[in-house]
């Protein structure tokens, strides 16, 4: 199976662990794994009980990138007239991966080990946080051979900003987890077990309520594109929907009487 699921309970809910499972090929971005990435983001969007994901990579590999086994008759050439390129679409599907990633309703980690380059790097870009093992290394190669980074670019540059994507996409410069670090790809570096370092990470995300944070996504996903005026109208409307809902009552009682609340794993 391209992508291993794995379903662990929480105190409140669940956590699964996503495993990009081909380490053959240091996990590349093969159509089978594309859309094993997308059924479960699909299922997880309606999963109610699912409180996280964590994306990682089998063999000691993240993931090295977009698998180009499949386009091997395609390169170098050019279309016949009037010829729609199938080319096309099976790029755009993974687009549609990263921004199912993006708008995941649940926390998302990803942790790197090894590899993660092209592809890989743009599923990096989707995590709200990013651990880095210190054998982790990122690229963005597809200049340097000839291709264009299409679809990971605005995911680059929405994790980066402008100037390091830029130097990113257009160079093709290789960073270990401190230089990745320091432009902002990473939160944490990792120096030792990282399976202990996912667990501390599932441990502070679980104390976040789950409708808040799935609210909060949903604004962090809408401000790069959503005039301001409007995007504070759809603010005022989520906090009040929070506010008078289930979670606030639990966490400001929970606050209030120095406990833990409901859903936290502290709790």
């Known amino acids: 199976m391209p992508l291993q699921i794995t379903r662990a309970p929480l105190a409140s809910g669940c956590v699964e662990t996503w495993t990009l499972n081909d380490p053959a090929s240091r996990n590349a971005l093969s159509e089978a794994m594309v859309d094993s990435l997308l059924a479960a983001c699909e299922r997880a969007a309606a999963d109610a009980d699912l409180r996280g994901v964590v994306l990682r990579g089998a063999g000691g590999h993240f993931c090295a990138g977009g698998s180009l086994g499949g386009f ?5 050439q050019p279309l016949a007239a009037g010829e729609a390129d ?4 099976l790029n755009r599907r993974f687009g549609t991966l ?8 649940q926390w998302l980690v990803v942790a790197v080990e090894g590899a993660a380059m092209g592809g890989g790097f743009g599923l990096v870009c989707c995590a709200d ?7 982790a290394q990122f690229a963005t190669p597809e200049v340097t051979l000839g291709i264009v980074p299409a679809q990971i670019a605005p995911f680059v540059v929405r994790r980066l900003g402008p100037s390091a994507a830029r130097r990113c996409l257009l160079t093709g410069e290789r960073w270990d987890a401190a230089a990745a670090q320091r432009l902002g790809l990473v939160d944490d570096v990792v ?7 996912v667990r501390a990470a599932i441990a502070r995300h679980a104390a976040a309520a789950p409708h808040a944070v799935a609210a909060t996504k949903r604004l962090l996903l ?3 594109e959503t005039p301001l005026p409007a995007l504070l109208d ?3 409307i989520a906090f009040s929907q929070a506010l ?5 009552p639990q966490g400001l009682a929970a606050f209030a009487a120095r406990k833990a609340p409901p859903w936290s794993a502290n709790s």
């Open 222 to 224: 809408a401000q790069p």
């Open 72 to 76: 091997a008759k395609t390169i170098g």
């Open 98 to 105: 990263l921004q199912a990633l993006c708008a995941l309703p």
């Open 234 to 236: 759809e603010a005022a």
């Open 86 to 89: 199938p080319l096309v679409p």
């Open 129 to 135: 946080q990013v651990l880095a093992h210190t054998s």
């Open 244 to 248: 008078r809902g289930p979670e606030a």
């Open 191 to 197: 120096e030792g077990d990282m399976d202990a370092a």
